[in-house]
């Protein structure tokens, strides 16, 4: 099992940058790769973007150009850099880890509130 914790989230004018952090603790040695995860109210959890061990990316269409997702494996620590932010993107971010399609765990989940 891993423990993930995010943090930096918060409020926002529309065209702000924010970058959020996922550190993990526990069995890392079994992680293969990492995501961030977005719900907005009254909708269903998307991916966000995700990265492999190796350093490939994956991100969705609605944020491609704008979020940048990074790893920090000395520190074990994630990233996802959000510029031109915009109210669409408010949501409470989440992080997960996974191990060949298995979800190892999830952090708690950081909001992030963009306004207009």
């Known amino acids: 099992q891993v423990q993930l914790v995010e943090s930096g989230g918060g409020l926002v004018q529309a065209g702000g940058s924010l970058r959020l952090s996922c550190e993990v603790s526990?069995?890392?040695?079994?992680?293969?790769?990492m995501g961030w995860y977005r719900q907005a109210p009254g909708k269903q959890r998307e991916l966000v973007a995700d990265?492999?061990?190796?350093?490939?990316?994956n991100y969705a269409d609605s944020v491609k150009g704008r979020f940048t997702i990074s790893r920090d494996n000395a520190k074990n620590t994630m990233y996802l850099q959000m510029n031109s932010l915009k109210p669409e993107d408010t949501a409470v971010y989440s992080c997960?880890?996974?191990?060949?399609?298995?979800?190892?765990?999830w952090g708690q989940g950081t909001q992030v509130t963009v306004s207009s």
């Open positions: 997960n880890a996974a191990a060949f399609g298995l979800v190892l765990g």
């Open positions: 526990g069995s890392t040695f079994s992680i293969n790769v």
């Open positions: 990265i492999t061990n190796g350093g490939t990316t």
